[in-house]
């Protein structure tokens, strides 16, 4: 009778199935833990408690398994977004798995984004990455967990569904633990969802119950967290984590660079400036990573030397798990080719930014902003990093122009 019990349950915390047979394996619970009526696994009673990390993994037939389930029952589904990585935490065939269901587009973090930077003047340029991939969207709201921005807003949306039930789903780490938190407790509820900055926190769909302001009490259903590790932060140990994802409002560390110049973000990635004109780079990362400036012919001597002591992090462990290096080429200004291809980079990766300017985006850590001046450089970043460019998101997305190139992906 025991062990029936617990196959039947879930962890009110993560959704991993509760057993009280194997420490190591997810949903672990001592068997007088059951009695209780939200009964955690033992993983997430430590995370919670004592701010213990422990990275588990949903396969990718576990995920499409629990997240194909979604298409067979009408609801509304929440797609949560990560605003500083938006190319990174956008779902691989997404569509296939919610079927006809509609789909709001929460967009988390955004307290993050400089003071200059309005989220609703970006809400156009999110749809139209989105229905690249297949989703078509029937709104796009902009939301911090952390303070609750939008949040009010979220819920007068989920409210005018009219549907019993939502599902809540998005790539690791891109808050929708911690959003779900934040309406549950503007709404009155009780359940806490497990939340961590180790991505793959969530392990099974695990539901809560909202209270709304019509009085009509929702379900709401949070599913794992996809992980496909082309994210820099998908590999990363805790102390890492804690410097490279970013808390705080970001602050532009702006650098007049002359050729020969070259810029480290921590020892995750370097950017060279080999030639060109004097012009400035602006590097938009977490205020706790190191961004060091240094001459090009001893860029090499510094990540070799000085990757503890002045780069800082990553740490010897998840430099080891990153891999080496490779290089990018980057063209930009009237060096770049006009009205290339992207595809015809397959074989050798390229980055061409023209003119008017642009991001490059390095999954997971942020971006660098280049103004379309003259220059010939490289990026220098881990094997299975991915790196996007898009048009700049201080200057040219966030003035709603719908004209803009669109993101390229170059991995």
């Given amino acids: 009778m025991a062990e029936s019990s ?3 349950r879930v962890c009110s915390g993560c959704g991993a199935a509760l057993q009280s047979t194997d420490e190591a394996k997810p949903g672990y619970v001592p068997s007088a833990g059951l009695v209780r009526s939200d009964p955690l696994c033992r993983r997430c009673f430590r995370i919670q408690n004592y701010g ?9 037939a576990e995920y499409e398994r629990l997240v194909g389930s979604i298409a067979k029952v009408r609801g509304t589904v929440l797609y949560v977004l ?7 935490s956008i779902i691989p065939n997404l569509a296939r798995y919610i079927g006809s269901n509609d789909v709001i587009a929460v967009v988390n973090k955004v307290d993050l984004l400089p003071r200059e930077v309005d989220p609703d003047t970006l809400g156009w340029w999110v749809r139209e990455e989105l229905e690249k991939s297949g989703v078509h969207v029937r709104e796009v709201l902009f939301v911090s967990a ?12 989920l409210d005018s569904a009219q549907v019993d039930r939502v599902y809540v789903v998005g790539m690791a780490n891109v808050g929708k633990s911690s959003l779900l938190n934040r309406i549950l407790r503007d709404t009155g509820g009780t359940q806490r969802f497990t939340t961590s900055k180790v991505p793959g926190t969530t392990l099974g769909l695990t539901p809560a119950h909202i209270h709304l302001p019509s009085s009509r009490s929702l379900e709401v259903m949070d599913t794992p967290g996809l992980i496909h590790g082309n ?3 998908d590999k990363l140990c805790p102390n890492c984590l804690k410097r490279a994802v970013p808390e705080q409002r970001l602050k532009p560390r702006v650098y007049q660079l002359n050729p020969g110049q070259t810029l480290f973000i921590g020892g995750f990635a370097r950017f060279d400036f080999e030639a060109g004109a004097h012009q400035p780079i602006v590097c938009y990362v977490s205020n706790q990573l190191v961004v060091h400036r240094t001459k090009l012919e001893r860029a090499d001597a510094i990540y070799e030397q000085h990757a503890d002591d002045i780069l ?12 080496g290096f490779r290089r990018i080429p980057v063209l930009a200004g009237r060096l770049a ?3 290339s291809n992207p595809s015809s980079h397959s074989q050798s990766e390229r980055i061409e930014c023209g003119r008017k300017g642009c991001d490059i985006v390095l999954s997971g850590l942020g971006w660098i902003s280049l103004f379309g001046r003259d220059l010939r450089g490289a990026l220098w970043i881990s094997e299975s990093a991915q790196v996007t460019m898009r048009p700049r998101l201080i200057g040219d997305v966030s003035r709603k122009n719908e004209n803009n190139q669109t993101s390229r992906e170059y991995t």
């Fill in 6 to 8: 617990t196959e039947e």
């Fill in 337 to 339: 080719r006009t009205g």
């Fill in 82 to 88: 990560d605003v500083f990585d938006l190319s990174g």
């Fill in 146 to 157: 952390q303070s609750g921005l939008g949040a009010d807003a979220l819920v007068d949306a």
């Fill in 231 to 233: 994210r820099v932060t």
């Fill in 312 to 323: 800082k992090t990553p740490c010897p462990n998840c430099r080891a798990e990153l891999g």
């Fill in 52 to 60: 213990e990390f422990s990275r588990a993994l949903v396969s990718t």
